[in-house]
């Protein structure tokens, strides 16, 4: 059983930098297409960014692309999102999920496992 857990939310004034983590275990991370989404409350969980297992595709929502960046170290089963400029529209709770079919596709119903979120607030 795959478990992920993501760190590094908090609160960051608008226009500032935060970077998330989130760790694998119980499996090889290079088994999966890595995931990150978000949900505010009272919204739908959304697409936020993807990266294929080497790191080769890379996917990220419009509404992030140029400030956010997605990686990945697959020899520490970790991987990241780094987020810079932040509007106070980035808050919500952020999570880490794997894809085992590895079409690092947008749609949440087709990954596998999910961490448990970090919350990420922005303020303005």
């Known amino acids: 059983q795959v478990q992920l857990v993501e760190s590094g939310g908090g609160l960051v004034q608008a226009g500032g930098p935060l970077s998330l983590s989130c760790v694998t275990s119980g499996g090889s991370a290079s088994d999966y297409a890595m995931g990150w989404f978000r949900q505010a409350p009272g919204l739908e969980r959304e697409f936020v960014a993807g990266?294929?297992?080497?790191?080769?595709?890379?996917n990220y929502a419009d509404s992030v692309k140029g400030r956010f960046t997605i990686s990945r170290d697959n020899a520490k089963n970790m991987v990241y999102l780094q987020m810079n400029r932040l509007k106070p529209e980035d808050t919500a709770v952020y999570y880490c999920a794997a894809e085992s079919d590895m079409t690092l596709t947008r749609d949440p119903d087709n990954y596998d496992y999910w961490g448990q979120g970090t919350q990420v607030t922005v303020s303005s």
């Open positions: 990266i294929s297992w080497r790191g080769g595709r890379i």
